[in-house]
Structure formats: C-alpha cells, structure tokens
C-alpha cells in the first residue's frame, strides 16, 4: 500500500476526528453530528460610520475609536442553544471590528463554546444583502443591509478543506435571498439548517453508494473521462457530479494540459462512462480503472466506516496529492530520458509500478504534444506499456 494512504487512514483520522460521540456506525454515516449549528445575523460594521463622519466634516479625525451605536450584530435565526449564542457573537463581533472579513470570502477559525462544550469548527462569511428591508432602513442616509452567516461543525482543520464549497453555497443563499416570495423565510432557514447534509457529506455519501465500485469513479476523473449518470434522483446525481469535481486535477495541472486532456477523452465518446443507478447499487458502463485507483478505493472504503465525512474529504485530497506526485515525477524522468537512454528506462519502469501508467501518460501527451524530443520518448513509453499492460 502506498505510504500516503496508510496516512490517510491513520494521521488523518485522528486529525479530523468527529465530534460525534454514540450510536452505531450506521447512524453515524446517515446522519450529521449533534455539533453542526448555524447562525445568521444582521450586521452594521464601525466602517460605515467612519465613512459617513468622513462625508460630513470632510475628515476622519473625530472617528478614530467607534462608539456602540456605531456596531451592530443582531440575531435573525439560529439552531444554536441559546446559552452559547452569545458566545459565538463575542467571537464574531472582535473579529469583524478588525475589519478583516472581506465580502463574500468565508474564514474558517476555531473556537470554544459551552455548549455543546468542546471546540468546534467556526466557518463565518460577510455578505451584503436587503435582509430585512423594513428594519434595517432607518431613514434615506441607512447603510445597505450586510448578514454574517456563521456554520459550526467538525474542526478546523476539516472546515478548512471545504471552505470554497461554503463560500459557493452562501452564494446560493444571497441569491435566494434577492428572491421576492412568500416561501423565502422557509426556504432560506432550509438552506441553512441543511448545510451540513449540502457541503460537506456528499462525498462520504458517494463512496457509501458506490463501495468497491468507487474505483470507476475515481479513475474517470482523474483521466477526465465524461460521465453521464442515468436514472437518478437529483440527490444522488448531484453528489456524483460534486465528487467527479472535487477528485478531478482542475486547477493542479497546467490549466491548457486539462483543457487539451478533457477534449481528447471527449472525442473518445465510447469511452465515456454510463452509471446506471436504478437499482440499490449502482452500475458502470465503459468504466476504466487501475491499481492504483483499487488501492485508494479501499482507503475510501475503510475510512468511510468511521462515520466521518471529513475523513473522506482528507483521503480524496491526499488522492489528488499523489497522482499530481506521480505525475511530476513522470515529466522529470522524461525530461532526463530525451538525452539518457538509462532514464527511458527509469520511466518505463516507473510508469510500470505506478498503478496508474494509463492516465500519466495521455497527461503528459497532450502537454507535450508541441515538443518533438519529448513527444518521441512517450510514443516509446507508449509501445512499451502497451506489451506491458493487459
């Protein structure tokens, strides 16, 4: 077994730990820990009334310290107990008095609450929106309405690994939000009570539904192969397609590399995957796969066990910290094979005992595809691992 995955089903498990005590392993996997709360307050920051004395007396020297009328961090709905709400507010409020929170860019943090009595992860993110119209509009000179929307759950360390996630999902808030209906308070205190079951559970939920068969999945993102999910509730498809995005190498590879990789598996259209979920467990259909997406499915598989769903988040990010290992090694070995005939060897024997010589080598393919030297010595490769695959 490669050392990073026994990494991740060991370092990992005990950095991410659930907070969750009790109930049996299935319960675990279903539901979200006691711990995830949520809070959404009003919010009138010190920075708007530096700006209104600046307008009026054409200066800010009479501003430099902000009274209490100055700021205000006000309740609109929350699954918190009460006890420890105030908690969270003193917490918020220093840290947007120091004026480092920027719009629409969640923070992740850890703190302490009374209750549930333990740190817990703190993602907090600032946005501007006409929350509440009537109450907040004091008057023509009444700033624009601002929210601060505040998730706690997990820890830090595994909040932290789906920061962007949560920042996109406040996103679909805000333009909820901006949605004149009757249904918007019920729809919003929806979207903010469900969370944790949105963001952070649709990965272990896949690899649950998938179990051994997970292989599939990981090697077609890896490879960018197209996938179409057939038969499927929203729920479920929307999960696949959120663990196909969040496995897939966009953004670690060279950006014209996955542009090139993802239309040449395209043009390869019966080599698209077909997943069939009609029945309880799902089926694959032109579904490819290696040893070394074997190996790590059963990282996913053993980890999923625990019931901790950023576990599952931590192994798929060590996956995606390997293969982009692998294929820097590979490009440096190519590169010293275009002059040494002993690294030519290297290479094939690297891309033997890989597990995923399949995938490395269209990668390099289409970045290399302009440099003659390089492209004659993955042709080679290509001849080599041919005979040498099955």
Same mark, same amino acid.
């Given at each position: ?43 009138? /920051? ?11 007396? /054409? ?65 907090? =993110? ?20 601002? =929210? ?30 901006? =949605?004149?209906? $009757? ?26 539904? =998938? ?53 040449? #598996? ?17 089926? *694959? ?12 499915? $059963?990282? *996913?598989?053993? /980890? ?50 890989? /597990? ?28 080599? #691992? ?5």
């Amino acid at each position: 077994m490669l050392p990073s995955l026994q990494e991740s089903l060991d370092g990992d498990d005990k950095e991410l730990e659930s907070s969750e005590e009790g109930g049996s392993a299935e319960e675990r996997r279903l539901e979200p820990p006691s711990s995830s709360h949520y809070c959404l307050y009003s919010y009138r /920051g010190s920075r708007w009334a530096q700006q209104r004395r600046d307008s009026d007396d /054409g200066s800010g020297t009479n501003a430099e310290s902000p009274t209490s009328g100055d700021f205000s961090l006000s309740l609109v709905d929350t699954n918190l107990p009460s006890e420890a709400e105030p908690q969270l507010r003193s917490f918020l409020a220093k840290r947007l008095s120091k004026g480092a929170v920027f719009e629409g860019l969640g923070n992740v943090a850890s703190m302490e609450l009374s209750s549930p009595g333990d740190r817990v992860g703190c993602y907090y =993110c600032l946005f501007q929106q006409d929350l509440l119209p009537k109450a907040a509009t004091v008057g023509s000179e009444a700033p624009p309405s601002q =929210c601060v929307v505040c998730f706690l759950g997990g820890s830090e360390k595994g909040l932290e690994l789906f920061r962007l996630e949560l920042d996109t999902y406040i996103q679909e808030l805000k333009n909820n939000m901006g =949605c004149e209906d $009757r249904g918007l308070e019920s729809r919003m205190k929806s979207h903010l009570s469900n969370w944790f079951e949105d963001v952070v559970c649709p990965i272990q939920r896949v690899v649950l539904l =998938c179990q051994e068969k997970l292989t599939f999945l990981l090697h077609a993102a890896l490879s960018s192969t197209p996938v179409n999910v057939i038969e499927s509730d929203g729920k479920t498809k929307k999960d696949i397609n959120r663990f196909l995005s969040v496995a897939s190498l966009q953004g670690l590879l060279h950006e014209g590399t996955m542009t090139s990789l993802c239309m040449a #598996m395209t043009e390869e259209q019966h080599k698209s995957v077909a997943i069939d979920c009609s029945g309880p467990q799902p089926r *694959f259909f032109n579904a490819g796969s290696n040893r070394f997406c074997e190996d790590w499915m $059963r990282a *996913f598989v053993n /980890g999923a066990e625990g019931g901790n769903p950023f576990l599952a988040r931590q192994v798929l990010e060590n996956f995606k910290l390997k293969a982009i290992q692998d294929t820097n090694n590979l490009k440096r070995f190519i590169q010293q094979a275009e002059r040494n005939h002993y690294a030519l060897f290297k290479c094939y024997m690297f891309l033997k005992n890989c /597990g995923s010589g399949d995938i490395l080598l269209k990668i390099v393919k289409v970045e290399h595809e302009e440099m003659p030297e390089a492209k004659n010595v993955i042709a080679v490769l290509e001849e080599f #691992m041919k005979e040498a695959l099955p």
